[in-house]
């Protein structure tokens, strides 16, 4: 078995997730990060105890996600903890790429809702 | 070659900015329409004034609310009573609406004295109803008419009323888009936390950005009872008055339009610390989707689970006769802006449905990010459209089926292409599952509406029978 490639699971990611896509930069930030961290986790059977509303949040997108993968990309199986988070940190930074520093949106950064 | 500019803008060349063409390995990073931007003089726009996406798409959903218009008759009769969202309690917000019917002398004179007395004879004439929302238009805004100063003289004469007022006249903003925002803002900045709801259950949640659409609530309302979470309120579908203030006590934010009401989430997560979970509620998989995010959120996961098979058990088979029949046609999407990125994977996933071109009339860049990257590659996708723009584009895709607003829909007709309500639905509501099979028998019933062919026939080419008159 190959691992699925970081394009292919990009592009499922980019296209099902509305988290990426919230108002301004500093919300996709939290959102990227936070999904994706708790998506790691599930994906290496890390234990996952949300102590907030917001980590709650991310568990409820990143579970969804998970099931999401494993079903599209059954050969994620074939990757140890450390591949899968390798694999996890180089969609996070393309995500952070594509959704936030080389955005074309005119408003990520301005100061109020 | 992915900005285009179309042939009949040649003499509005800026509206190339605005007109993407998916291509096959565009990178996302190099294309996005310019948007929430100034129309181009010159262009036929179809949007709506920022007045109207206040009062028209939010405020005017409420079913127990004085909706008082302080303006010229023009502005209250426009949002009256053309947009389908009814509620359970006789549908006042559809059947009512009060303006000040300011006249020229009033904008010589000011209009403060008629807006009070206004006020005034509203809460007479209707004694039950004890809470107001107060817009400016464009007149009354520009001749300066203090209405905060005048609400609060008839808040202090009547004690039991509340009253709201927006300042949004419709050249605030370059679309209804602006009408949202300031809603939105001036809602949570003044009326969320005046009151304290009755809390019923250990779930709560607030279902954000949506309008009741031919019954959207109704049918959602359904789910969320039988999973046993209580929604403090609805923004603003079904939804009384003071519903809405008490929208800090809710445990998550469910965002249905991020477009029209977004910003409230937001605004709810920095002062309350309310998380805000996005999600698309037309179509099977979304909901589905929805539903199980809502559920891990609150630790019902089996309820949820059990509630979606219940729901595939009894729509599916519905759903899936109609895919057969709509396999490949190939849908234009012309609405305000969210339901491009709601409906284009969920129309083709569910459906097998081609959408071939979409346009929005106030989206912002947000939303075109969202749209292009679940949109198909050779799609148009259009800012602000204007007519011409779209009879070009029509010939370009020939798309068997446009879901648009009855304006565009009409112009549509009378070029043999069926159109289905993409506002106010044809005969929704359209949101869950229930909704989105009767989405695929409305699409079904224009795509295959034998008139159409007939209409198309031109019955000139054929022999023509001499009448003879009758002697």
Redesign the interface.
């Known amino acids: 078995m190959t691992a699925p490639a970081l394009d292919e699971v990009y592009g499922y990611v980019q296209e099902r997730c509305l988290w990426q896509f919230s108002s301004r930069a500093w919300d996709r930030t939290e959102n990227i990060d936070g999904v994706l961290g708790t998506l790691a986790d599930l994906l290496t059977n890390t234990p996952v105890n949300p102590s907030s509303p917001t980590e709650r949040l991310f568990l409820a997108d990143a579970r969804v996600l998970a099931d999401q993968l494993r079903e599209r990309f059954p050969d994620l199986g074939s990757l140890d903890a450390a591949g899968v988070r390798a694999l996890l940190e180089s969609l996070r930074e393309r995500v952070t790429q594509v959704a936030i520093t080389q955005s074309r949106n005119h408003e990520l950064h301005e100061k109020a809702y | 070659m992915p900005m285009v500019l179309l042939r009949c803008d040649k003499d509005i060349p800026e509206r190339e900015k605005h007109i993407y063409l998916k291509a096959p390995d565009d990178d996302?990073?190099d294309?996005?329409p310019l948007a929430?931007s100034p129309t181009i003089p010159g262009t036929l726009s179809e949007r709506g004034c920022a007045f109207c996406g206040a009062k028209l798409v939010i405020g005017g959903v409420l079913k127990d609310t004085i909706q008082m218009i302080h303006g010229p008759i023009g502005c209250a009769y426009d949002t009256w009573h053309t947009k389908r969202y009814p509620s359970d309690n006789g549908n006042l917000q559809i059947k009512y609406v009060w303006s000040t019917d300011m006249k020229e002398p009033d904008i010589v004179f000011g209009g403060e004295k008629k807006l009070e007395k206004a006020m005034h004879e509203a809460f007479d004439e209707m004694p039950h109803l004890k809470r107001m929302i107060l817009y400016t238009t464009c007149p009354t805004a520009l001749i300066g008419d203090d209405v905060k100063a005048v609400t609060k003289r008839v808040m202090e004469a009547r004690p039991d009323v509340d009253i709201f007022t927006v300042e949004c006249p419709g050249f605030a903003g370059v679309s209804q888009s602006k009408g949202h925002h300031v809603l939105n803002?001036g809602w949570v900045n003044e009326k969320v936390g005046t009151i304290e709801p009755e809390i019923t259950s250990e779930y709560t949640m607030n279902f954000i950005g949506d309008y009741n659409i031919q019954g959207d609530t109704f049918l959602l309302q359904q789910y969320w009872d039988a999973l046993g979470i209580q929604v403090i309120a609805h923004f603003t579908g079904n939804a009384n008055y003071d519903d809405l203030r008490g929208m800090h006590r809710a445990?998550?934010n469910v965002v249905n339009c991020?477009r029209s009401a977004?910003?409230i989430a937001?605004?709810l997560k920095?002062k309350y610390?309310?998380?805000?979970?996005?999600?698309?509620s037309w179509g099977f998989n979304y909901t589905a989707?929805g539903i199980?995010?809502?559920s891990?959120?609150f630790g019902i996961e089996e309820k949820g689970e059990a509630l979606i098979a219940s729901e595939y058990a009894k729509w599916k088979p519905k759903l899936d006769w109609y895919k057969a029949r709509l396999k490949g046609a190939k849908m234009a999407i012309w609405t305000g802006g969210p339901r491009l990125w709601h409906w284009t994977?969920a129309v083709e996933d569910d459906l097998g449905v081609e959408v071939v071109a979409m346009s929005s009339k106030f989206g912002?860049?947000?939303d075109f990010?969202?749209v292009i990257?679940?949109g198909r590659e050779g799609t148009y996708y259009v800012n602000d459209p204007n007519e011409l723009e779209f009879f070009e584009i029509i010939n370009a895709i020939k798309p068997d089926v446009i879901f648009t607003g009855p304006r565009v829909g009409e112009l549509v007709k009378k070029l043999h292409i069926p159109y289905v309500n993409g506002h106010g639905y044809h005969n929704g509501p359209y949101m869950g599952f229930e909704g989105f099979v009767n989405l695929a028998r409305d699409m079904h019933n224009a795509v295959h509406n034998p008139l159409f062919n007939l209409a198309r026939t031109d019955v000139r080419a054929t022999p023509v029978v001499e009448l003879k008159e009758a002697v």
């Open positions: 996302p990073k294309f996005l929430n803002i445990k998550l991020a977004g910003y937001n605004e920095r610390g309310t998380p805000r979970l996005d999600i698309d989707e199980r995010k809502i891990t959120f994977k912002h860049e947000e990010e969202k990257a679940r």
